[in-house]
């Protein structure tokens, strides 16, 4: 599938960028502004403080998209040069805009110093580029067509930035991008590793075809996203089929996450939960309070690490301690079942494993988690190997539980 150049080229500049100094939160921050504008953004370049670096990142840029942005390089000192490389690209004289001069020492007027020299710097603009004004600091943004392609430069300070966007720049952008992205469809999935989903939708699609694939493994399962790349794929009926396809294991269409979707259904049917952690130690009940109004639903929880506590705390008998250990099926169905008559609430969630390194058992190697869910009907129960290191496998064990709850709850995710 081959894009039209519809979207955003964007042009991130400064050393301090590519040598760990900073860390580049602009560009993540533009790609989110001009997706949510259904805008697409077709490049990223990351270039140093170098003219010749910069004028052809914007050459390329505006070659290939419908807009650059270019963030970074407009201070006052010697080494921000992004004027100078959108000089170089567009062969225009840089000239000294007096009026952007006037207004520059009227600035530093206003608070009661006068300007350094340096900043002289930042009155100049390339002979047909007009300026942006900047609300929040010094640096003047500028507006150049570069062979009918608007190249907007900002300053790099990320609240700079944020307000000339606002302002401004995506005034500029919004009208010649907005609406150009493909349209998308997102099944969010869980207990599927990614290979196993790109099978499973190559058998229900069939390869090729109008609709393109993206995975995208997260925190608790696997994303895939459907683009329409053109206007005949049907995107509602690819939905559709995949969604009967894959329907035990698809908790959301859209954006919203395992933990909110678990949360929203007992808000809806006006049910409580309560969980009992062992290996997570609070991962889950954390998880599940991201959730706004999730205290209607979300009472409370144990974090039955030590033995001692899930005896004390739950009422797990002991012996069945004794006979099958801490890390088994009959551990977490107790710990469902305890955590539920004494939090009375409708739900009881439990999770014992083996996050690892140590701990590991010729029967019961790192990884191996129960989880168990007590509710209004009979106790469930579910083993999992996670092969993943410690963190990997204390969050594998909150999405094992939060998707047990899930399919217990039967909730049945639509197309919008
Ligand atoms: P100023 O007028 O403040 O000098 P400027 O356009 O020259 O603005 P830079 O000098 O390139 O901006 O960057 C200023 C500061 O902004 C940097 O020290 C850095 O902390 C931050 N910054 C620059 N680029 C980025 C980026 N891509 N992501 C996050 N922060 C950035
Ligand atoms: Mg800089």
Known sequence: LTRAPRGVALVMVGDELLDGRVRDTN?????ERITVLRGCVD????????VAGIAAAILHGSAESAAVVVAGGLGPTSDDLSREGLARAAQEELVLDLELLAALHERWRR??????????????????????????GTAPGLLHLLDGVPVVLLPGVPAELHAMWEATAEGIVAPLVAGNAPRRLRL??????????????????????????????????VDLLLLAGDEQADLDAAGATL??????????VGDAGLERVVVEELLRRRQTLSVAESCTAGLLGGCLTRVPGSSAAFRG???????????????????LLR???AVSEEAARAMATGVRDRLRTDWGLAVTGIAGPAGATAEKPVGMTWVALAGPGATQAERSAF????????????????????????????LP
């Open 323 to 325: 006979s099958f250990g």
């Open 387 to 414: 092969p993943g290191d410690r963190t990997q496998n204390r969050t594998w064990s909150v999405a094992a539980a939060l998707d047990l709850l899930r399919r217990a709850l039967a909730i049945q995710p639509r």
């Open 27 to 31: 560009s993540a921050w533009l790609i």
């Open 243 to 252: 969604l009967a396809r894959l329907a035990p294991h698809v908790y959301a």
């Open 111 to 136: 608070r009661g110093r006068t300007m350094p020299e340096s900043n002289r710097r930042q009155a100049y603009r390339t002979v047909s580029g007009k300026p942006i004004p900047n609300p929040r």
């Open 43 to 50: 490049s990223l370049r990351v270039v140093p403080d170098d």
């Open 188 to 221: 969010r999935t869980a207990r599927l590793p990614e290979s196993a989903l790109a099978d499973a939708v190559d058998a229900a699609l069939g390869q090729g075809g109008a609709i393109e694939r993206g995975y995208l493994v997260n925190e608790f399962g």
């Open 301 to 319: 929880g144990v974090i039955a690490y030590h033995d001692a506590v899930k005896v004390e705390a739950l009422g797990v008998p002991e012996d």
